[in-house]
């Protein structure tokens, strides 16, 4: 009797030292603070509630982009783009695990029913039938965590598929708005290249007329013709540029190539940007970066089930049903039949397959720490670049504005000049040229300013 309460004793004794041992296994993720970055990011995400809901990130892409035909573009992709689509499907993907998790708390039922029929010639032929119509219940008691961190990384990976659907979202939103814009652009070049086409058509045949009046030489009228080819060819490429952005609206949107008509004034209404550095809270708000941290919420319930297959597994099982087999004797009508039996299995050696299961877990968890602090690295390097580019860009267009001025007034003193006094045709040529050159530059930079605020827009986390 002594022993018998000294096994027993041992044995709680055991199984209250592997439950003290456990605990961590319980516990849920939280963001790690070990290193400044994910310290920074982790106090971001406590103070998420002080979010300024008026932040650029923060605001709906309707509220951003609202040309009519360009928000009547980006609902056509969001609703038509295959690969928006496929992150929507992973969603549900990602659900339909999460379900399958959660049922694992609850037993497993099976039937089986099966019959027999024996017959003999002795005393003439006579059968004898048995059957059985047996059910057996099982349930795993969830007592170290094994199925609570399976159902918590599942519903780690339906957020993580929900990040990514935003982050592809937000992809599309900025495509579509950057082709959008840039289609404008070269229609805004498209149509000051023709017009200084037919500017510069007329200067040849001014230089043509100069030249019988013995003003000027053949020279002069053979260079502004090359100026005026040289304008005919610079048409032709802009026009292959616009088909293949037609092309790559077309893409985007899901459809055969067409032709997309955009106004060659579309223009970006530029917002008031505030923004000193990189804010932390920004970047927060990025669904590639709240991917990244779910990688790392995976990895970290997936060493919690390493460490759990240390832990012994009790399963209860229980069968009945209703049978007329009763060992060696067939008995009609039959009987019911049930019994209960619990079983506890602990893992003692396993090969090392839970050690090196649990030390590859661990690795994978160092494995995402660095992703996510690429992640965040990134995504700050693109906050930066975009705030920069949209900037300097204003900077650069003030001074574009006045070149340009100045450029006129060039080609209208020196075409005056060759006319009515002692002006050459050089002159008027390179006047001409770079004030083409000018107002070419003006247009890519109204174009690198406006693409430099759909990126930053969804460099903060917007396309929502």
């Not at 099982?138 to 965590?145: A, L, M, N, T, Y």
């Not at 087999?325 to 397959?353: C, D, H």
């Amino acid at each position: 009797m002594k022993l018998r309460q000294t096994i027993y004793a041992a044995m709680a004794g055991a199984v209250m030292l592997m439950a003290t041992a456990s605990c961590g296994i319980y516990k849920k993720y939280e963001t790690p603070r070990n290193t400044a970055l994910t310290a920074a990011y982790a106090e971001a995400r406590a103070d998420s509630s002080t979010y300024d809901k008026g932040a650029f990130g923060n605001l709906l892409w309707e509220d951003v982009f609202k040309d009519p035909v360009l928000a009547d573009m980006i609902n056509r992709a969001l609703a038509n783009n295959t690969s928006l689509q496929d992150a929507r499907l992973n969603v549900g993907i990602a659900q339909a695990q999460l379900k399958g998790a959660r049922l694992a708390y609850l037993p497993s039922l099976s039937i089986a029913p099966n019959g027999t029929g024996s017959g003999t010639t002795l005393a003439g032929t006579s059968w004898q039938w048995a059957y059985q119509l047996p059910a057996t219940l099982s349930w795993e008691v969830d007592i170290f965590g094994k199925l609570l961190n399976s159902k918590r990384g599942a519903a780690v990976a339906v957020e993580r598929s929900e990040d990514y659907a935003q982050a592809v979202r937000s992809q599309v939103v900025a495509a579509v708005a950057n082709c959008y814009y840039s289609m404008a652009a070269v229609e805004s070049q498209l149509k000051l290249s023709r017009s200084t086409a037919m500017l510069w058509e007329k200067s040849v045949q001014t230089m043509r007329d100069l030249k019988d009046g013995g003003r000027l030489t053949e020279a002069a009228v053979v260079q502004s013709d090359a100026n005026y080819r040289s304008v005919l060819a610079q048409i032709n490429t802009l026009e292959v540029t616009r088909h293949q952005l037609d092309n790559s609206m077309s893409l985007l949107m899901n459809v055969m190539p067409q032709h997309w008509e955009v106004a060659a004034d579309a223009t970006l209404e530029i917002p008031d940007i505030f923004m000193q550095g990189v804010p932390m809270q920004y970047l927060a708000m990025r669904p590639d970066v709240n991917a990244a941290e779910r990688d790392m919420a995976s990895a970290y319930y997936a060493t919690n089930s390493a460490r759990a297959a240390f832990y012994p597994g009790l399963t209860i099982t229980a069968n009945g049903g209703f049978t007329n087999q009763l060992g060696t004797m067939i008995k009609n009508p039959g009987e019911w039949f049930y019994n209960i039996a619990g079983s506890l299995v602990a893992p003692i050696f396993s090969r090392g397959q839970n050690i090196a299961r649990l030390e590859a877990a661990r690795l994978n968890q160092k494995i995402a720490l660095n992703a996510f602090e690429r992640t965040v690295l990134n995504a700050a390097a693109e906050v930066s670049n975009a705030l920069t580019v949209y900037e300097k860009a204003g900077e650069r267009m003030s001074h574009l504005d006045v070149q340009v001025a100045d450029l006129e007034k060039s080609v209208e003193y020196t075409n005056d000049l060759l006319v009515y006094a002692d002006g050459t045709y050089l002159e008027v040529l390179t006047a001409q040229q770079s004030l083409l050159s000018a107002q070419m530059n003006r247009i890519n930079c109204a174009l690198d300013r406006s693409q430099a605020i759909v990126n930053l827009y969804q460099a903060t986390g917007g396309g929502r």
